[in-house]
T-cell receptor, first 116, second 116 residues
Framework: NAGVTQTPKFQVLKTGQSMTLQCAQDMNHNSMYWYRQDPGMGLRLIYYSASEGTTDKGEVPNGYNVSRLNKREFSLRLESAAPSQTSVYFC???????????????FGNGTRLTVT | GNSVTQMEGPVTLSEEAFLTINCTYTATGYPSLFWYVQYPGEGLQLLLKATKADDKGSNKGFEATYRKETTSFHLEKGSVQVSDSAVYFCALSGGAGGTSYGKLTFGQGTILTVHP
């Protein structure tokens, strides 16, 4: 049972470089999410996708773009990395639809990104 | 908007001690409430949830009761083990305003360390 798979696990970038974080889920979930985790701040939502073909901004979208490639895959792109984007990034998925308030999120193991 | 406040950590206990981690929330309407746990190097895992007032979520000896009158969802365990050492996150989804697509708002996390 793979669940939610993220790649890569670790990445170091120089300021101004670009990269794409990959995420795939095998649970046939409708909704997918990207969060970042910073010390003392919990997890903050960057972008989410309620269904294939749709994406919406979360709390901290600046500096990021996303693509919901198909129902399984949801990628996060940093076009020009900045030191403020040093963080641990988590992808998650959920059965949730517009009324799915009680649906839990299933998380990947994270990507630890350092921008120097 | 929605917000979640957790007691500040870190919390250090001896094995078999009683655990309480406080969580209060701000949201209109009737959000769903969750506790997630994160072990070192891993993603978050759902620990328990409650979807309406006075519901009690429970799992692995942990319990939390949805108290709408005090807007709280405190996590408790009667006798902690070394293996419970982890970071615990309180979170909510939904509330007034209709659609939420399962998006979670997290507290800042509480680090728990249990010594033998």
């Amino acid at each position: 049972n793979a669940g939610v798979t993220q790649t890569p696990k670790f990445q170091v970038l120089k300021t101004g470089q670009s990269m794409t974080l990959q995420c795939a889920q095998d649970m046939n979930h409708n909704s997918m999410y990207w969060y970042r985790q910073d010390p003392g701040m919990g997890l903050r939502l960057i972008y989410y996708s309620a269904s294939e073909g749709t994406t919406d901004k979360g709390e901290v979208p600046n500096g990021y773009n996303v693509s919901r490639l198909n129902k399984r895959e949801f990628s996060l792109r940093l076009e020009s990395a900045a030191p403020s984007q040093t963080s641990v990034y988590f992808c998650a998925s959920s059965e949730a639809t517009d009324r799915g308030r009680g649906s839990p999120l299933h998380f990947g193991n994270g990507t630890r990104l350092t921008v120097t | 908007g929605n917000s979640v406040t957790q007691m500040e950590g870190p919390v250090t206990l001896s094995e078999e001690a009683f655990l309480t981690i406080n969580c209060t929330y701000t949201a209109t309407g009737y959000p769903s409430l969750f506790w997630y746990v994160q072990y070192p190097g891993e993603g978050l895992q759902l620990l328990l949830k409650a979807t309406k007032a006075d519901d009690k979520g429970s799992n692995k000896g942990f319990e939390a009761t949805y108290r709408k009158e005090t807007t709280s969802f405190h996590l408790e365990k009667g006798s902690v083990q070394v293996s419970d050492s982890a970071v615990y996150f309180c979170a909510l989804s939904g509330g007034a305003g209709g659609t939420s697509y399962g998006k979670l708002t997290f507290g800042q996390g509480t680090i728990l360390t249990v010594h033998p």
